[in-house]
């Protein structure tokens, strides 16, 4: 090879590394632009392990997933359909969540950890949903049309669970870590096993406090409070039953209702955190 020859195949090698360096800057510009503040927000709102906004941007591949997502599905609807898959597939390479680009995802999305996590393409997903890895929003179905589910706002799908067929999970419901849900789950229900079961209302609105959405599920006097206060309004709910039965029997129990401490489990619960 003569010097000439050499020097060129230099130029190139260095000509090619610059259009590379030049395509990833220009995509991660991109990104950088389509990431909204609430974005990276409801990461430090979500996430206590979160510290700062550098890291946030740089250490969280939900956030990279969900801002790879608006640019995908922007191709998707615009016609661009192999574009939008294959920048979704290079985002599931590089973070581990697969988010077909024809879903429908809502604001302050937050995806936690994130690896495993599989969204096909006729899910819709309301605001403020999160979920944690090895979550499925995955359809029972090949036929065409809407064969996912519909999360509505508010929703916490717990690690491993599996959202399956063209359900509806109400706002603010809770899946359980590793449930099969594949009914409809009710507003502010809870969710949990295989195939999944809705968890007792009564017990719930007592105030046990899911992981994932109190800012103290760590410390054990909140939980031990939570459970004070859960037990409370069981025994409540028992006295209450009493009275009822003594009435029947013609006993007035007016005095004792109108004695009654007004006893509102929520408003504590929400002291607690
Ligand atoms: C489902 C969940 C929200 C329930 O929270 P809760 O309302 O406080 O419920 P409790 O802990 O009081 O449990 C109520 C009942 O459900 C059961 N249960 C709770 N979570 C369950 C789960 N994931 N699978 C099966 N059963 C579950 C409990 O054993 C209990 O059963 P019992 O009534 O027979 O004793 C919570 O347990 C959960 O799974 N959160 C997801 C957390 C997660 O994925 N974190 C990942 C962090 S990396």
Request: neutral net charge.
């Amino acid at each position: 090879m003569t010097l000439e020859h050499s020097i060129m195949a230099v130029l190139a090698i260095i000509g090619g590394l610059a259009v590379l360096v030049l395509c990833a800057g220009l995509l991660i510009a991109l990104l950088v632009y389509v990431t909204s503040r609430e974005d990276v927000n409801c990461v430090f709102d979500r996430d206590p392990a979160a510290r700062t906004t550098f890291e946030v941007m740089t250490c969280y591949p939900g956030l990279h997933a969900r801002v790879v997502h608006r640019v995908s599905h922007a191709l998707w609807k615009s016609g661009f359909k192999w574009p939008a898959r294959f920048l979704s597939h290079l985002a599931r390479s590089v973070t581990g969540i697969e988010i077909h680009p024809g879903a429908t995802i809502g604001r302050r999305f937050f995806i936690d950890h994130g690896m495993g996590v599989v969204i096909g393409e006729t899910a819709e997903v309301g605001d403020d949903v999160t979920l944690y890895h090895g979550v499925t929003l995955g359809g029972t179905s090949w036929k065409e049309g809407k064969r996912h589910p519909t999360l509505g706002n508010g929703v916490v799908v717990g690690a491993g669970a599996k959202v399956l067929g063209p359900i509806l999970v109400g706002d603010n419901a809770k899946i359980g870590s590793n449930a099969v849900v594949v009914k409809d789950v009710p507003v502010g229900a809870t969710a949990v096993g295989v195939p999944a079961r809705i968890l007792d209302e009564a017990r719930k609105a007592a105030g046990f406090n899911p992981y994932g959405i109190g800012n103290d599920q760590n410390d054990p006097f909140a939980k031990a409070i939570h459970g004070l206060l859960g037990h409370s309004m069981v025994v409540d709910q028992r006295l209450e039953l009493i009275l009822a039965h003594l009435e029947k029997l013609g006993i007035n129990v007016d005095d004792d209702r109108a004695t009654a401490d007004k006893f509102d489990p929520r408003h504590l619960n929400k002291i607690v955190d």
